[in-house]
Structure formats: structure tokens, C-alpha cells
């Protein structure tokens, strides 16, 4: 049996008025969706369990069959997995956010999705002031993709520090959302002193000059500390590969024992190279059980407000990666596809949102008997709802096997 699954983050949503009241998924032409949901099941998944956030760390390896009750370390973590961080049982791992705040207010939580090359620029400058080489600060900054890097810490406590994640605040202030309990601090300090050194750096006056949103303040969340995850092939009896332009799903991969896939011209944004994911997944149905395709553009579109992006990519994910992949799985005897989203993202709010989200399995053993388009309502009116997400992964792998 050959399992793919393909998620395009974040492409669930609210009804928009400008859309006639439709929906982006329902908006969009996607014809090879549609025809898999027509051909297989659809239903509806919780993947924020109650008392998290609808984050895609919780939400992903919701989906992957890992209850976050038990196994989620912390969004950090997950991405320090991705950067090959190397962390003692008492390390803490943070993200560490470019961000463009003006006058309070949380503007752009990734300051205008700055270039890989200014974000190190700019970190490096933060470092020197905030942890100089030689001093015993215990704090290490690691560069990541674009506004997304990591901060270690080692000498203090953060178990009772609670942190906001900066896309769940849009255009709002900043104040009540910093972090805040005891041993959180040190953490505003070092906010503070990045934000002096940022103020006038040379990188940022380039992007004011250019109309470019400033990285005018670095925001730390997404705390946690390493913890052990058992591979995804002692659990399903099933290898992994995955293919993503973002660090998060790279470290739950690494976590899983899966292998990360390279793919030239990939990005988190509308720019990436759709058609290449589609190839490089179909390529590695050939030597793993099952491949995972990530694309992030509609969840990127959606912090924009961007709903005519967000439409223009899940056409694009339809085309270029949808259909080519059921083509290729068609070549095997046995097979079965799981396309869904980790998450909705509102183009109304700019953020995500806890709501369960439409998924949709086509393929061998897997064909209902009404025939349905993919979308939100009609995965709502489906009999099929899952409301402990982890467990939909058994599902996908098992149904219908005597």
C-alpha cells in the first residue's frame, strides 16, 4: 500500500462576503479535489484539542496520529529538531520572531517576511548585544528562514512563563500579550536590548527606504524543552518522507524518522515552486510507504487578509500538486490519499482558528456512498467527524483492510 497525504496549510476559512459569501475553498477551482472527494470520503477532524492553540506544531502532529497531550515538547523544540540542535533535558528553545510593531500595535509578525539574508544580518546584531562571545549568558540566538528563529536558554526556568504567539494578535496591542509569569523577565530584558540595537540598524533603514515593513522588535513564544517521540515507524509500521519549505514540519519529521526531501525553488509564499512539490513527491512514492506534502502559501495568504492569493494557491496546489500525485498513486495496486489542511486560517481575522477542519480520503477501500465536493459545508453535512484528531491517522491507514 502506498499512502500520500498532502496538506495545504491553513486553507480552510470563514465565508467572505467579498467571495458571494463562498468560502476560498469554495471559491477556488479544484477540480481534482473535488473529484477525489467525489471518489472517496470526506468528513471533518478536530485538530486543536481543548486547552491549546490552534497552532500548527498542535495541529500537525494531531494530524500525524500524535495525541499533544502526550507528545507535544513546545512549538521551539519542534523546529530546533528541524535545525539539528543538539539540547540538554534542561535547555529551554524559543522562537524568536522578527516582528514589526509601531505604536504598540502588533503590525506584521514577520516584518514583511524579511529576506534570509537580513533576518542573520540583524540576529547576528542582536546576539553581539544581548549575548557577547565569552560571556556566560546561557542565551544562544540560530538563525532560521526568513522572520523564524530559535533562541536557547540555559540558565533560568520558563515553566511558568506564558507566551502569545505574534500572528495570533493582529493590528492589535501588544501589551497584555508579552511574556508574562515569573521568570519572564529576562525574557523582556532581552526584548528591550533588541529593540535599542534594531531601532537604527543599517538593514532597517535600507527596508524604510524601500517601503519595507521594519524587523523593529524580535518576539519570543513557542517555549518548551525537548522531549522523546517515538517514530512514526514503531507506531504505523509504516516510512515517511517529508517535503516542506518550513522548519516546524521539518523537525516533526526528524522527530517521526522520517526524511526530509529537498525541493529547489520552494518557499513558504505564493512565489514556490508548486509544480516541483508535486514532481519531488511523486519521485519519492517510489522508495517510501508514505510522503507528506506541505505547502504553506494559503495559511501565509490568509495572515494578509490576502483572499484572492489564498484562492490563487489552492488552485495551484489542485493542479500542479493534487493531480499529478493521483496520477502517479493510481500506478499502484494499492493506495489511498488524505488531503486536508492543519488548521483553518481566517482571512477575516488574519489568524487561525480552533474549528474543525474539512478532510478529505480517496483512494483504495475508501469510497462513500454520496458523492460530495471538497469543502467546509459539505464536510460538515458528511456523517464522518472525528473529534480526537490523533486518531484519524489509524483511520487513513487502516480502513477497509480486512
Known sequence: MKYAIIIPDGAADAPIAE?????????ARKPNMDAAARNG????????????????????LCLLGYDPAQYHPGRAPLEAAAMGLELSPSDWVMRCNFVTIIDGKMVDHSAGHIKDNEGRTLLQAVADAVAPAGTASGIKFHPGVSYR?????????????????????PDQPIKSHLPRGSGAEQLLEIMNKARLVLKD?????????FGENQATDIWLWGQGRTKHIPSFKQRFGVSGAMITAVDLLRGIANLLGWKNIEVPGITSYHDTDYAAQGKYTCDALDTFDLVCCHVEAPDEASHQADFATKIASIEAIDEHVVGPVIKKLQTFDQWRLLI???????????????????????GSHGKSSIARAYTEQAAMESDLH?????????YFLTMGKS
Do not use: W
Open 19 to 27: 467571495l458571494g459569501d463562498k468560502t476560498p475553498l469554495e471559491a
Open 340 to 362: 486536508m489542511p492543519d488548521h483553518a486560517t481566517q482571512c477575516a481575522t488574519r489568524k487561525h482558528h480552533e474549528a474543525p477542519v474539512p478532510f478529505l480520503i480517496t
Open 201 to 209: 540598524h543599517e538593514v532597517n533603514l535600507v527596508r524604510k527606504q
Open 386 to 394: 472525528i473529534e480526537a484528531g490523533y486518531e484519524l491517522m489509524s
Open 41 to 60: 470520503r470526506i468528513g471533518t477532524v478536530r485538530t486543536t484539542p481543548p486547552n491549546y492553540s490552534a497552532g500548527s506544531d498542535v495541529c500537525t
Open 149 to 169: 528563529n530559535l533562541m536557547t536558554f540555559s540558565s533560568g526556568d520558563l515553566t511558568k512563563v506564558k507566551t502569545t504567539p505574534p500572528h495570533d494578535i
